[in-house]
């Protein structure tokens, strides 16, 4: 007989409990009331366990916390997405879920302990108000905010508040003697899915989404509306880097393309059960050319787009093969403030096919398989692309696709896994570039006063000047600052994080996609 290896005797212990907290989970799968006598059975023992513990256990225990290691540890072993958001965390996911919360809506940047506003968000109550990029705020109704002592999570909760009410900022400006009192209004402050939207081509719309949240529909609607009242006939959906969220809204977006009841997806679970979802009779794209922009990080929602439009023959994948995640979760409250998102079912593409990549019992492995795919040469080169003949399906027009691990694009886009590439990209997304642009702005703002969105996109150019302080101010990182052939590459993601400051997303988006390879062969696909 095979010894259990000690380790694992906390764990043992505390899945007992664990079991009884899922017995109320699964009351949201409409699991009658009235269960076995076995199941109340369970439920007191588990409860004269918990008991003993609390009142008998020689030591002081934390039950909340052997409760939170024991659901973890058993969703560890069930697959890699079913998750587990304690009490602590619950508000903060739900709120960045949700896609919105009530705020004051600024970017900014702790500097000497200081709130330094990098720009307050458009049409937001900050921008109304008179906040200006550069402003150092120092008090929130006589509460001074640049105290070392106040972390990141207290200052949230003073910006924060209830719609419609109202804090008194105290702000340093540069150029004025005495500190500004600002009154603002809280409202709602979006947390925006759409990061960028705007004309390719005089025919060609552009919509990047950076994940699924309540309101993506909503934003999509909104910024297509945009692009066909610009003349836009087709359209190009960038879901590089987007890992999914809400399975609702990938559909609706979905259904923009689609024809009345063509199969959008259909989801299987334990039981076997089959729920099909059927495009509906309305869809502003259907008879349009898209083009589905994907890499090895796009992931669950995004892939049931890419999947629908593929098998169904509409549009051109563009990129490498993505993630490979077809689980669906389900959110299911455990009573005390946390919840679990456990997978109730897997989704299947039009043709039949799961996209879910192989799982085992290491996570860690599965998380990492980027790694595997960097060494065999996929990012690369297509034909690196491990596919499993035996998941092989057709599409109506005789395209072939494979199930068993991410959508295979239609046109590959090899991967640029040069180190200095790699570390540009972490330097521009990872904030380094950032906050060198911001000190470099703070030096003289007016400079750029009377410059317009579309001037500075299509004509200022940096000049060495900034190459060279850049390349200064990495020392302090330690960073390799011989970037060769990629100078170019980083006076435009230079520029990139600088619209984005002096501007929007938007903006740094349009300047990374002008020299984009990805957007080039659109281009040429296209025109």
Known sequence: MKKINPIYFPLLLGLCLALGIFAGAYLNFETPLDSPNTTNKKKEKLGRLIDYIDYEYVDAVNTDSIVDVTVNSILANLDPHSTYIPQSEYAEVSENMKGDFVGIGINFYRINDTITVIRPLDDSPSAKAGIKAGDRILYADNQALFSAQLSNDSLSKILKGKVNSSVLLKVQRKGSDSLLEIEVERDHIPIKSIDAAYMLGPELGYIKINRFAENTFIEYQKASQKLIDLGAKNMV????????????????????????????????????????????????????????????????????????????????????????????????????????????????????????????????????????????????????????????????????????????????????????????????RGGIMDRFVFNKLEKDRSAFTDLSKEEFIQSYELDEEWVREFISYLHQFNFDYRFGRYQELLKLYLKASMGEQLFNTQVKEQIINSQDPYIKRVERLAF
Not at 344 to 373: C, F, M, W
């Open 237 to 428: 959906l960038d879901l590089r880097d987007n890992g999914g969220g809400f399975l609702k809204p990938a559909i609706q977006i979905a259904d923009d393309f689609l024809k009345e009841d063509q199969l959008i997806l259909f989801t299987k679970n334990k039981r076997d059960e089959v729920v099909k979802t059927m495009a509906s009779d309305v869809g502003n794209f259907e008879s349009a050319q898209v083009y589905v922009l994907i890499n090895e990080h796009t992931a669950s929602a995004s892939e049931v787009i890419a999947g629908a439009l593929q098998d169904h023959d509409i549009g051109t994948i563009i990129g490498r093969r993505s993630y490979g995640k077809g689980l669906v979760q389900r959110e299911m409250e455990l009573g005390d403030g946390s919840a679990v998102r456990l997978t109730v079912a897997r989704y299947y593409t039009p043709t039949g096919r799961s996209i879910q990549k192989p799982y085992g019992d290491n996570n860690e492995n599965y998380h990492l398989e980027y790694l595997n795919r960097y060494e065999n040469g996929e990012l690369k080169h297509k034909d690196s692309i491990q596919v499993n003949d035996s998941l092989r399906y057709t599409t109506p027009k005789g395209k072939v696709v494979y199930g068993g691990g991410g959508i295979t694009p239609d046109v590959f886009i090899p991967k640029d896994t040069h180190v200095t590439k790699e570390k540009l990209t972490y330097m521009l």
